[in-house]
């Protein structure tokens, strides 16, 4: 079972004032890990990240975030921090 939201009819809504709307889709997998379904997101070179969330930095984590094709993309070493848009 999944679940999407916002629902069509909010998203419409909430996107008429011009501004990203952020979907998302809760998916009950008993047969994937999320590093499985990153694996899966990054086939063909799309850049993708996981992200998950731990409780005292050792617990198992409890959600997983998973998305593709951002818009912008944050690296960080150290103090430098590099934000590149679509065109690299």
């Known amino acids: 079972m999944s679940t999407i939201r916002p629902d069509f009819e909010e998203f419409r809504r909430l996107a008429e004032s011009g501004a990203f709307v952020p979907v ?8 994937e890990t ?12 799309i850049r993708a990240f996981l992200l998950e969330s731990v409780e005292g930095g050792r617990h198992i984590a409890r959600y997983s975030f998973l998305g593709a094709g951002p818009f912008l993309t944050f690296r960080s070493q150290g ?10």
């Open 24 to 31: 998302a889709r809760s998916v009950l997998a008993d047969t």
């Open 34 to 45: 999320p590093v499985s379904a990153y694996l899966k997101l990054r086939r063909g070179g």
């Open 79 to 88: 103090k430098r921090v590099v934000v590149e848009g679509p065109e690299g």
